[in-house]
């Protein structure tokens, strides 16, 4: 028989002012300690001076704001009407941060739609999405431009110097960190993300499906229960055992979480999906049963069982609470040497350093729009893979000129009014630092193209020794001894020539020799990926109803089109692959 874990409360409708707090604020205290741990030096050194205090005191500050009350003139105070409340609020009571709390409270009262009596501020802090759901998507009962996904991706832009998007008002970096170190944590607790919509009776309703009915709103499980010791109130509640500090227990589960890969405003979306199927496991074993004036009596089927669930669940989602936040400061304040997998569209991934993260996604979108300028006026697009760097006797100076060279006789072969080459070596634009994984993942990006089938190209130039043989004057009679005497020339015209020779990085040997022996796309790691990228794209197109096989990319390699052995065949891989 199911036992009953919480008795109705003869009580009046409950109010949207008894929605509980996520976490009691011993939860943001741990995911913030949490945080404090896995922070890197620089998000660390960030973190503290803006702050000027660590996360786990910040954690609870969105709450402390919910004593901002608003008086019957307009004004607003600073009124906490319990003495626990006031507990973790005291590095807060200060008159300028009181002042602060009173600002940020009036700044954010307005500025959408919630119960009478209560602050727009109050809705950051949850998503209500129907558990029949198995993940968020903006859209959804329940979901707003205004919910705790938002409120996240609002406090994100503001720390990154960006403005923060209607409805927030976010004064400055310091509210919006003391933001995000709460809802962050708020977005783990699984009663803030999923909920049940329930009718008279205590069956479950799909409010996606039949219409929202408010009658039906359960607020995140605080009409569940009776009003002290609701639902939500239990899972707010940490384990005992876990005080107000991250235990090694917790740091350990944190550390082995995997970090969440793409975007940095898709991460709170990804995680709240996460935290839906977290509600779902809470949710789990309990039924419900009706009652008047707007509460539901709880029920579970094994107690003992539920409660061993519970504590499992909130120690795991109070380590990952801890993990993402890390990560979203440890990405938006990056250490210079930092490395972070990033993976594209047509799932290619590369290890990238994370302070190139904008540079490349900024390059991307320009590049992008460069082909585009191009294909509207009805030029047939091509790219041009060459080896640029300066490595085994190859000098960044002559493969950057041939590179322009044969872009230049390309497009004369095909007609300049309506043929155009991308040439990798004027449109990289990327810091001195950025490495080859960093210029592939920007590269990949832009060949494969919105929709994964390489749409802004026609066709791929793979350059060859006959493409270096034009440029140096090659005859096919003492080649070996002409690029010698090139380099002898240069040497005196060229600052960086003499430079990288001076630094050990080329000789003359070396140089006569790679581009007598090895000047073409074989060996190069970059050219190698760009192959199997065109290779995978043409793949795609062949079983695409969209282009089929008539329509796949062309590729050409020293002049010539590739036998279709070679066509179909992959290359050893590059620089792909992901960060160990």
């Given at each position: 028989m199911a036992a009953r874990i919480v008795?109705?409360?003869?009580?009046?409708?409950?109010?949207?002012?008894?929605?509980?707090?996520?976490?009691?604020?011993?939860?943001?205290?741990?995911?913030?300690?949490?945080?404090?741990?896995?922070?890197?030096?620089?998000?660390?050194?960030?973190?503290?001076?803006?702050?000027?205090?660590?996360?786990?005191?910040?954690?609870?500050?969105?709450?402390?704001?919910?004593?901002?009350?608003?008086?019957?003139?307009?004004?607003?105070?600073?009124?906490?009407?319990?003495?626990?409340?006031?507990?973790?609020?005291?590095?807060?009571?200060?008159?300028?941060?009181?002042?602060?709390?009173?600002?940020?409270?009036?700044?954010?009262?307005?500025?959408?739609?919630?119960?009478?009596?209560?602050?727009?501020?109050?809705?950051?802090?949850?998503?209500?999405?129907?558990?029949?759901?198995?993940?968020?998507?903006?859209?959804?009962?329940?979901?707003?431009?205004?919910?705790?996904?938002?409120?996240?991706?609002?406090?994100?832009?503001?720390?990154?110097?960006?403005?923060?998007?209607?409805?927030?008002?976010?004064?400055?970096?310091?509210?919006?960190?003391?933001?995000?170190a709460h809802f962050v944590g708020d977005?783990?607790?699984?009663?803030?993300?999923?909920?049940?919509?329930?009718?008279?009776?205590?069956?479950?309703?799909?409010?996606?499906?039949?219409?929202?009915?408010?009658?039906?709103?359960?607020?995140?499980?605080?009409?569940?229960?009776?009003?002290?010791?609701?639902?939500?109130?239990?899972?707010?509640?940490?384990?005992?055992?876990?005080?107000?500090?991250?235990?090694?227990?917790?740091?350990?589960?944190?550390?082995?979480?995997?970090?969440?890969?793409?975007?940095?405003?898709?991460?709170?979306?990804?995680?709240?999906?996460?935290?839906?199927?977290?509600?779902?496991?809470?949710?789990?074993?309990?039924?419900?049963?009706?009652?008047?004036?707007?509460?539901?009596?709880?029920?579970?089927?094994?107690?003992?069982?539920?409660?061993?669930?519970?504590?499992?669940?909130?120690?795991?989602?109070?380590?990952?609470?801890?993990?993402?936040?890390?990560?979203?400061?440890?990405?938006?304040?990056?250490?210079?040497?930092?490395?972070?997998?990033?993976?594209?569209?047509?799932?290619?991934?590369?290890?990238?350093?994370?302070?190139?993260?904008?540079?490349?996604?900024?390059?991307?979108?320009?590049?992008?729009?460069?082909?585009?300028?191009?294909?509207?006026?009805?030029?047939?697009?091509?790219?041009?893979?060459?080896?640029?760097?300066?490595?085994?006797?190859?000098?960044?100076?002559?493969?950057?000129?041939?590179?322009?060279?044969?872009?230049?006789?390309?497009?004369?072969?095909?007609?300049?009014?309506?043929?155009?080459?991308?040439?990798?070596?004027?449109?990289?634009?990327?810091?001195?630092?950025?490495?080859?994984?960093?210029?592939?993942?920007?590269?990949?990006?832009?060949?494969?193209?919105?929709?994964?089938?390489?749409?802004?190209?026609?066709?791929?130039?793979?350059?060859?020794?006959?493409?270096?043989?034009?440029?140096?004057?090659?005859?096919?009679?003492?080649?070996?001894?002409?690029?010698?005497?090139?380099?002898?020339?240069?040497?005196?015209?060229?600052?960086?020539?003499?430079?990288?020779?001076?630094?050990?990085?080329?000789?003359?040997?070396?140089?006569?020799?790679?581009?007598?022996?090895?000047?073409?796309?074989?060996?190069?790691?970059?050219?190698?990926?760009?192959?199997?990228?065109?290779?995978?794209?043409?793949?795609?197109?062949?079983?695409?109803?969209?282009?089929?096989?008539?329509?796949?990319?062309?590729?050409?390699?020293?002049?010539?089109?590739?036998?279709?052995?070679?066509?179909?065949?992959?290359?050893?891989?590059?620089?792909?692959?992901?960060?160990?």
């Amino acid at each position: 028989m199911a036992a009953r874990i919480v008795v109705l409360a003869a009580i009046a409708f409950i109010s949207f002012s008894e929605r509980a707090f996520a976490w009691a604020y011993q939860g943001h205290e741990v995911t913030g300690a949490i945080a404090d741990q896995l922070l890197k030096a620089n998000a660390k050194e960030q973190v503290a001076a803006i702050l000027g205090v660590e996360l786990r005191v910040a954690g609870p500050w969105a709450d402390c704001v919910r004593s901002v009350a608003r008086l019957p003139d307009g004004s607003f105070k600073y009124a906490p009407t319990k003495p626990e409340y006031r507990i973790p609020c005291a590095a807060f009571e200060t008159p300028a941060e009181i002042a602060r709390m009173e600002d940020y409270v009036s700044r954010n009262w307005l500025d959408c739609d919630y119960a009478k009596g209560h602050g727009c501020n109050e809705t950051y802090h949850f998503a209500d999405v129907a558990i029949q759901h198995d993940d968020y998507k903006r859209g959804y009962v329940g979901t707003s431009n205004h919910d705790i996904v938002g409120a996240i991706n609002a406090a994100i832009a503001v720390l990154r110097g960006q403005p923060a998007p209607l409805p927030f008002s976010i004064r400055d970096k310091k509210e919006a960190l003391l933001l995000l170190a709460h809802f962050v944590g708020d977005l783990h607790q699984p009663l803030h993300v999923g909920a049940v919509y329930l009718d008279r009776s205590g069956q479950l309703v799909d409010p996606d499906q039949a219409g929202l009915d408010s009658a039906t709103e359960t607020l995140g499980g605080n009409l569940l229960g009776p009003a002290e010791n609701n639902l939500h109130a239990q899972w707010d509640a940490i384990p005992a055992d876990l005080a107000e500090t991250a235990s090694p227990d917790l740091i350990k589960k944190a550390k082995a979480l995997s970090t969440t890969a793409g975007p940095i405003d898709a991460m709170a979306a990804t995680w709240a999906s996460d935290t839906v199927m977290a509600s779902h496991a809470a949710f789990a074993g309990l039924t419900f049963s009706g009652a008047d004036r707007g509460r539901w009596d709880v029920h579970v089927a094994d107690p003992p069982a539920y409660a061993a669930r519970e504590d499992n669940l909130k120690r795991d989602q109070l380590a990952k609470g801890g993990a993402r936040l890390a990560q979203i400061l440890n990405t938006i304040w990056p250490t210079p040497t930092d490395k972070t997998t990033a993976c594209t569209l047509t799932n290619i991934c590369y290890c990238v350093t994370t302070t190139h993260r904008d540079a490349i996604t900024a390059n991307v979108a320009r590049v992008r729009q460069l082909l585009a300028d191009q294909r509207a006026t009805g030029k047939m697009t091509g790219y041009l893979s060459i080896p640029l760097s300066t490595l085994g006797g190859s000098y960044f100076g002559v493969n950057r000129e041939v590179a322009q060279r044969t872009k230049e006789r390309i497009e004369q072969r095909f007609g300049a009014t309506s043929t155009w080459v991308l040439n990798p070596g004027a449109e990289g634009n990327l810091p001195e630092t950025a490495t080859g994984a960093d210029y592939m993942y920007m590269w990949t990006q832009i060949l494969e193209g919105r929709g994964g089938y390489g749409e802004d190209f026609d066709f791929f130039y793979f350059t060859g020794p006959a493409d270096f043989a034009q440029f140096f004057g090659l005859t096919g009679i003492n080649d070996a001894d002409r690029i010698e005497a090139y380099f002898d020339q240069r040497l005196g015209t060229d600052p960086d020539l003499m430079k990288a020779v001076t630094a050990g990085k080329l000789s003359k040997r070396g140089f006569r020799n790679h581009y007598a022996l090895r000047a073409a796309v074989t060996f190069s790691y970059g050219s190698h990926d760009e192959w199997n990228i065109v290779e995978l794209l043409n793949q795609r197109r062949r079983g695409s109803d969209q282009f089929g096989i008539g329509n796949q990319i062309g590729v050409l390699f020293d002049g010539r089109a590739v036998t279709p052995g070679d066509f179909e065949a992959g290359a050893a891989a590059g620089t792909v692959g992901r960060c160990n």
